[in-house]
């Protein structure tokens, strides 16, 4: 093995692209070379590593066992690097106005309890956060993000998920005095009011997995257009609310609202965050973007993005 101190490191790029696309020709594209240029430097790096990295495979190439193993280490730290990097130009460009679009529910249920984190570490962004109904918000042109709950996979959109959605019976302390008892066992909901924001089937669907004899029976339902409007309704002691755990949360800690049932079932969907791809190459967009994802601990899903803005949905 030849001195390590001179190994050429532009080779470890041409390595890591290759090595992802098991292509010589595919790298070559995205790193702006020629395919004799890509074959010249992955000879440089093998030289100097004393190990071949690569076996020909039809028109394409595939790692060796030693490729496997240098390959998941190189791009760990080629992604570190590019992290810090790209952290480092962010602080030195921050500012400006940022469109921010979002369904009440999660306004509510979320961001209104932990925005100012956001705006007390970043004062030169100016949010702008604008209501609309969830399912219009991928549509909307002047926005820099949007956040929605869905299953992904926008059309000409970068999108990624923050959270997937478990949902569970949540109310109030007071109801169980409105209605002089406490609610232990699934047929007591019969008995309440039960608060839904679609038409009803998530409801019929937990019940059925709960173990209710006949979902059906459960009829005393009360219709919200708002999800935000149903956990309003439910702290106020009107009736019991399906909900996410990411959007109740904070009145569970605080005791505003109880979850009677362990038992929860995943939902249809869940919480995503999406921009266009010009959005994301502002500075103030991938601060929030950063800001929001490193809450929900999805921090990672920016820096692949940026680092290969082809790959469109994490």
């Known amino acids: 093995m030849s001195d390590l101190r001179n190994l050429p490191l532009p080779t470890l790029r041409t390595f890591e692209a290759t090595a992802r696309h098991q292509s010589l020709s595919k790298a070559a594209v995205e790193l702006h070379l020629t395919d ?5 430097q992955l000879r440089r790096l093998e030289s100097a590593l004393g190990y071949d990295l690569f076996s020909r495979a039809g028109r394409g190439v595939v790692l060796t066992e030693a490729g496997q193993v240098f390959a998941k280490t190189v791009a760990t730290a080629l992604q570190d690097i590019f992290a810090a990097a790209l952290r480092l130009s ?8 940022l469109d921010i679009a979002c369904p009440p529910m999660f306004a509510g249920g979320w961001l209104a309890k932990h925005l100012k984190d956001f705006c007390q570490d970043h004062p030169g962004v100016e949010c702008h956060i604008r ?33 997937p ?6 109310c109030s302390p007071m109801l169980f005095n409105r209605i002089g008892k406490t609610i232990t066992k699934v047929s007591d909901l019969q008995d309440v009011m039960l608060l839904h924001w679609d038409d009803g089937s998530e409801w019929r669907r937990w019940l059925a997995e709960a173990g209710a ?18 956990i309003d309704l439910a702290i106020n002691g009107t009736g019991m609310a399906l909900v996410s755990d990411t959007l109740s949360a ?10 009677p049932f362990p038992f929860s ?23 929030f973007l950063r ?4 809450r929900f601990g999805r921090g990672a899903a920016l820096d692949t993005a940026i680092a290969h803005p082809a790959g469109g949905h994490p």
């Open 36 to 40: 004799s240029a890509v074959s010249h």
């Open 90 to 97: 962010e602080a030195g460009q921050e500012g400006g106005k």
């Open 131 to 163: 209501l609309s109904e969830n399912q219009r918000i991928h549509e909307i042109a002047d926005i820099d993000i949007g956040i929605l709950f869905g299953s992904g996979g926008w059309p000409d959109k970068w999108s990624t998920l923050l959270a």
């Open 165 to 170: 959605v478990n949902i569970t019976p949540v």
């Open 213 to 230: 004899q006949d979902p059906l029976t459960y009829s005393r339902g009360l219709y919200c257009s708002d999800l935000g409007m149903a």
């Open 250 to 259: 904070s009145d569970l800690a605080a005791g505003t609202l109880l979850a």
């Open 265 to 287: 079932i995943d939902a249809f969907g869940g919480w995503h965050v999406l921009c266009s791809p010009a959005s994301l190459q502002r500075s103030s967009t991938r601060l």
């Open 291 to 294: 800001w929001l994802l490193g």
